[in-house]
């Protein structure tokens, strides 16, 4: 099976599997497309774009139940062997199928344009109210940080008490300990880009310290700003920082243990889920430590980075 039919097969499966975390239970899928499905993959993924399109008499899409979706079978089986239920008395919900990993092109722009976009972007941002209670009690809007131009981005899962005073992502002693990790690897941490899924601190009614995870509803409104920025930065890697990045991106609850380490493909771009630096601050473990290194030498062969036999030997027991 080639590489790039398993990142559409992997990036379809995440996706139907987040649509059905949310309650959907069918999507609309034209002919066009299952026949697309099953034919050989001989073009790149970016090519194949998912979408619903209007009921209609002629070429009327199918509709697939997202429960009898297997992540063991091909895409192509997946799909055009099941048959049509019968007629529901209501139209099912229009669900544009973006693929995570597989996002129209854009054309690239020119760097005042982007520089134009990216400003225009963050006044946006700044001033969202989308989430009203969250908006209420945020001291700032936490947009982003690092170069524009990155080829590598960072991703969590939202500011905390540090960086909501700041306005800055990662600035706590846990974004202190990101910024070893960047640096070791032998770049800076302005060289590269940190992000969060949620713009605001998530509200902590009744306390007056410490975090939340972010809801679902929080995350799904928040996530087109990030979206923005990932199409604007245009990174050659993306690494997700913790379970609820990860989440938040592929709509997956299985645990980080079980994630980290293993590349993902989101918005057409290698991801890699590791685990967030908050974790290493409550373990110590030198293992811990190795996994999350382990992660990150992955990332820097992805970006073919040079590699020294220090750094391959970080948190290894001499001999």
Not at 140 to 164: C, H, I, K, R, S
Request: glycine letters at 8%.
């Amino acid at each position: 099976m080639s590489g790039a039919y398993e990142e559409l097969l992997d990036a379809t499966i995440q996706h139907l599997e987040g649509l059905k975390s949310r309650g959907v239970r069918h999507v609309a899928v034209s002919p066009e497309t299952l026949r697309a499905l099953a034919q050989p993959v001989k073009f790149p993924i970016s090519a194949l774009k998912l979408q619903t399109q209007p009921l209609a008499p002629a070429g009327t899409p199918r509709f697939v139940s997202i429960s009898q979706i297997n992540s063991s079978a091909p895409a192509a089986a997946v799909l055009p062997g099941i048959p049509s239920p019968e007629p529901a008395p209501q139209k099912p919900a229009e669900i544009p199928l973006a693929l995570p990993g597989n996002t129209p092109e854009k054309p690239l722009l020119d760097p005042p344009a982007k520089a134009a976009a990216f400003a225009a972007l963050r006044e946006r941002a700044l001033v969202c109210m989308k989430c009203a209670h969250l908006a209420s009690s945020r001291k700032t809007v936490v947009f982003g940080v690092g170069n524009p131009d990155a080829q590598l981005m960072f991703v969590g899962e939202a500011p905390g008490a540090d960086e909501d005073e700041q306005g800055e992502p990662f600035v706590g002693r846990a974004g202190e300990l990101l910024t070893k990790i960047i640096q070791a690897t032998g770049l800076q941490r302005g060289e590269v880009y940190i992000a969060n899924i949620l713009k605001c601190r998530p509200d902590t009614p009744g306390q007056s310290s410490g975090n939340r995870k972010p809801t679902t509803d929080e995350m799904a409104t928040c996530i087109p700003f990030l979206h923005e920025q990932i199409d604007l930065i245009r990174p050659k890697v993306l690494v997700a920082l913790g379970a609820t990045a990860v989440e938040g991106l592929l709509g997956k609850t299985t645990g980080i243990t079980k994630l980290r380490g293993t590349w993902k493909t989101y918005r057409g771009i290698p991801l890699m889920p590791t685990y967030h630096p908050a974790y290493l601050l409550r373990n110590q473990a030198m293992t811990e430590k190795r996994k999350v290194w382990e992660d990150m030498l992955a990332v820097m062969e992805k970006l073919e980075m040079p590699i020294s036999a220090k750094q391959r030997n970080f948190f290894l027991k001499p001999g």
